[in-house]
């Protein structure tokens, strides 16, 4: 890369770790995206290109920065994200949990909270990994906690269970906590376990299968329809229709993985294709490249997106 007028930023240690990332990698992203030289001589970070260039760099470079001093973990997620905040001027969204913000660790999650904040109904499209669920579950909390609804409400297709959901023992709550673990693992770690079994205590926390919505109007309430490529066209547009005064609602899903008998019933993308472009309405999509589970995840995703399509020719 042809050298060009410098710029040298000071930062301490760990900064400059983070912003160079493991064998050069963070800081071959920020050169890539700003056709900049970045060195890291000590002492800080050496930028080397045209003012715009070095410009965008350098606001990349102050969120990582940032990041580190809030004692946040630097990934190549939160760098894609750096660079497209750096090009885009938009802040990250966040919210804060029991253990520190959570904030977006791709483009495309930041896209989704701007969404979440800017409309009543957002649907969240994508494979298994993307945060969909854990994000909304904190920009749920986020509104609980400030009073600006007063309850969080979660429901989710139980096609696992069948019929048998009525059979099993016990109340409401225990017949269908086992389909509602990953809710309550991600609600744990927003609010901690203590404060969500007060909040569950005063009922300001329901979760119920999307069967036991019928019939009631949610005012004053987030909710999210979680696994919702499972609901049926009826059933979709039962749930969509129960939002009352004041209410907000997100659908995560993904439109690949339907476990209906006959996969053309999903309500999900049938509700996606007719809503697209409705006021109030925003949709956001994520892919294998959002997954922020184990790097493993994204490329088993890939593959088997891959499959699929050679299967369809």
Avoid: C
Avoid at 48 to 75: F, H, M, P, W
């Amino acid at each position: 890369m042809r050298r060009g007028p410098s710029e040298f930023l000071p930062l301490a240690d760990d900064a400059v770790r983070a912003v160079a990332g493991p064998s050069g990698r963070h800081a071959a992203l920020i050169e890539d995206a700003f056709k900049v030289l970045v060195e890291t001589p000590g002492g800080g970070v050496s930028l080397n290109g045209d003012v715009s260039g070095r410009r965008g760099a350098k606001q990349a470079i102050e969120t990582l920065a940032g990041r580190v001093a809030s004692n946040l973990d630097v990934t190549t997620a939160d760098v894609r994200v750096a660079i497209d905040q750096a090009r885009t001027g938009a802040p990250a969204p966040h919210h804060a949990s029991r253990r520190g913000l959570v904030a977006a660790k791709t483009a495309a999650q930041a896209r989704y909270l701007e969404a979440l904040a800017g409309n009543d109904l957002v649907f969240g499209l994508g494979p298994a990994g993307t945060g969909k669920t854990f994000l909304a579950v904190a920009h749920g909390a986020h509104l609980l906690r400030s009073g600006e609804v007063e309850r969080l409400v979660v429901t989710r297709p139980a096609v696992e269970a069948g019929e048998r959901l009525g059979f099993l023992p016990g109340d409401l709550t225990e017949k269908v906590d086992p389909y509602m673990a990953p809710v309550w693992e991600a609600m744990a770690a927003i609010l901690g376990p203590e404060a969500l079994r007060k909040r569950r205590e005063r009922a300001e926390i329901e979760v119920a299968p999307i069967a036991f919505m019928r019939g009631r109007t949610l005012a004053h309430a987030f909710v999210i329809v979680d696994e919702a490529q499972n609901t049926t066209r009826l059933q979709m547009k039962m749930v969509l229709t129960r939002l009352g005064e004041g209410s907000r609602m997100a659908v995560t899903g993904d439109p690949s993985q339907v476990d209906l008998i006959n996969a053309g019933d999903s309500g999900l993308a049938h509700a996606v294709s007719i809503l697209e472009g409705v006021e109030g309405v925003a949709i956001s999509r994520f892919t294998s490249a959002d997954v922020v589970r184990h790097p493993l995840v994204g490329r088993i995703v890939e593959a088997y997106d891959a499959d699929a399509a050679r299967r369809s020719r």
